[in-house]
């Protein structure tokens, strides 16, 4: 069985950071993408990064230059860096990764980030 395991999520005052990290467990083998999504309460779950098993990163619009991603291989490990955040980036964000052999999406449980002051 797989799990996903997140951890960081919090609350910050605007212009603080954060620093999301998701842990693969179990029989889990041929890791394609890992990313995280995140969605604002009323809104649609929305991608937020994304990392291929080679290191190539895309990013959503709205966090380009402020969020980074990374992820280890030999740990099955994706983390996300979170800087100058927004009230706009209060949203639940959903560690996920994809499995190619067989293809298969696996989700965290999800992990609340609330900027406010």
């Known amino acids: 069985q797989v799990q996903l395991v997140e951890s960081g999520g919090g609350r910050v005052q605007p212009g603080g950071s954060l620093r999301l990290s998701c842990a693969a467990s179990?029989?889990?083998?041929?890791?394609?993408?890992m990313g995280w999504y995140r969605q604002a309460p009323g809104k649609q779950r929305e991608l937020v990064a994304r990392?291929?098993?080679?290191?190539?990163?895309t990013y959503a619009d709205p966090v380009k230059g402020r969020f980074t991603l990374s992820r280890d291989n030999a740990k099955n490990m994706v983390d996300l860096q979170m800087n100058s955040l927004k009230p706009d980036d209060t949203a639940v964000y959903y560690c996920?990764?994809?499995?190619?052999?067989?293809?298969?999406?696996?989700w965290g449980q999800g992990t609340q980030v609330t900027v406010s002051s």
């Open positions: 996920y990764v994809n499995q190619l052999t067989p293809v298969r999406t696996y």
């Open positions: 179990g029989s889990i083998f041929n890791i394609g993408l």
């Open positions: 990392i291929s098993s080679s290191g190539i990163t």
